[in-house]
């Protein structure tokens, strides 16, 4: 049987291949170090499953509206307002099965047939398949290392054509770790509004930040930028729910309720329980379990930079947030004799056992991304096993 053209051109996930194949070889017995992981290492916080198994016992195990129940609509609404001083109705939140799920859900009711959305380049390998999915067409902008792998209004002015809909922003973003300014946001907000652009605003790594830096919305810097953005989150980084797939879409009433309008012929609705679990978690004021995860995160970060900048060939713009480095190999890759990033990290997946994803599939081939969302110990022995990598591999 053919399948559908819209699924032939996917291209397979780089992170999901990268793990698979580091799968296969722990299988076999091997000692594998895993960085491929875009998840905290640590488990949701206890008082987070109390409440997710006191649904269960209380009976909260049906159906909800499509759109997520009006309990924890508000919790999100709450969370908007006190930390953004954003305020949205009821009908301007919908709640979705993670905030994969809500990017998806959302290309679909906006673009038609050839589309097009701006994608800042390094990127989340899911944004240009799922906009290909709704027939539309990626459009990517690179933003240079050198300016911290951030866009400028240039770009995204000279970017601009008829058929442009939408801007994607991912502050901080998957893989660089990098985020925007006020300053920056200002500017690329002026030339959404000047052209009319929705703005798809990213925010699932906005808690983990490991500088002074504070994290900003482009929706709050003012009343029309509101108007024109979707923030896209969810609890699966924050509170390190991943597999509870919770996450949610704020914004344009239109827009959220076709969104839900979809959502009930698809998912029908987010889980019962796990939306009793996200409820608790934006409802409890307690962050010991964010702050000790935050700490750990800030060590991991830093230590692990100077290890890894310290290795001949390769070098590093560090991040301020999410829990990936995004180094650049090229040189490190030249050295060792290998045509391209991806034949070197597969490599050194095969001779060291440190599985490492290649920047390609984010759209940056020179780098590689490696996520710290794991012990220190295991991290110190991956850095040790790439050095050794390379120093034995120069030609």
């Known amino acids: 049987m053919k399948l559908a ?7 397979p996930s780089t992170t999901l291949a990268i793990t698979a194949k580091a799968k296969s ?33 209380q009976g909260f195990t049906k159906y909800t509206a499509s759109g997520g129940t009006l309990e924890l609509k508000q919790a999100i609404i709450d969370k908007m307002k006190s930390d953004h001083a954003l305020n949205y109705t009821e009908k301007e939140v919908i709640v979705t099965t993670g905030a994969k799920h809500a990017l998806y859900t959302l290309f679909q009711v906006i673009l038609n047939p050839d589309d097009e959305v701006i994608i800042p380049a390094p990127y989340w390998v899911s944004y240009p398949e799922q906009i290909k999915l709704a027939q539309g067409q990626p459009v990517f902008v690179n933003a240079e290392e050198q300016n911290n792998f951030k866009i400028t209004r240039e770009q995204l002015q000279q970017a601009i054509t008829e058929k ?66 979707i923030i896209i989150n969810g609890v699966s980084k924050s509170h390190a729910m991943t597999g509870w797939r919770i996450g949610y879409a704020v914004g344009n009433q239109k827009i959220i309720q076709a969104m839900t309008n979809l959502a009930s012929h698809s998912t029908s609705n987010p889980t019962s329980i ?26 991991r970060l830093n230590t692990t930079y100077e290890w890894l900048t310290a290795i001949p060939g390769i070098t590093c713009v560090k991040p301020k947030g999410a829990f990936y480095l995004f180094p650049n190999v090229k040189q490190a890759v030249e050295m060792n004799g290998f045509d391209s990033v991806d034949a070197w990290v597969e490599a050194l997946l095969e001779e060291e056992k440190v599985a490492l994803v290649p920047g390609s599939g984010f759209g940056s081939p020179n780098n590689v991304r490696l996520s710290y969302a794991t012990g220190l110990d295991q991290l110190e022995e991956a850095t040790k ?9 120069q030609v």
């Open 385 to 393: 096993r790439i050095q050794h990598f390379v120093e034995t591999h």
């Open 25 to 57: 070889l722990k299988n076999e017995g091997h000692d594998v170090i895993g960085l491929g992981a875009g998840e905290p290492d640590f488990n949701t916080p206890s008082y987070i499953l109390d409440a997710a198994k006191e649904a269960m016992d």
């Open 164 to 229: 442009t809909k939408a801007i994607i922003i991912n502050s901080p973003s998957n893989p660089t770790g990098v985020m925007y300014s006020k300053e920056e946001l200002e500017a690329l907000g002026e030339v959404c509004l000047e052209h009319g652009l929705l703005i798809i605003s990213d925010e699932i790594y906005e808690k983990l930040i490991y500088t002074q830096d504070k994290h900003v919305s482009i929706a709050q810097l003012s009343k029309d930028l509101k108007e024109q953005t």
């Open 274 to 299: 796990a939306q009793a679990a996200a409820l608790k978690a934006y409802t409890d004021s307690r962050e010991q379990a964010l702050s000790e995860m935050k700490a750990a995160f800030t060590q």
């Open 5 to 11: 053209d819209r699924v032939n051109a996917l291209t």
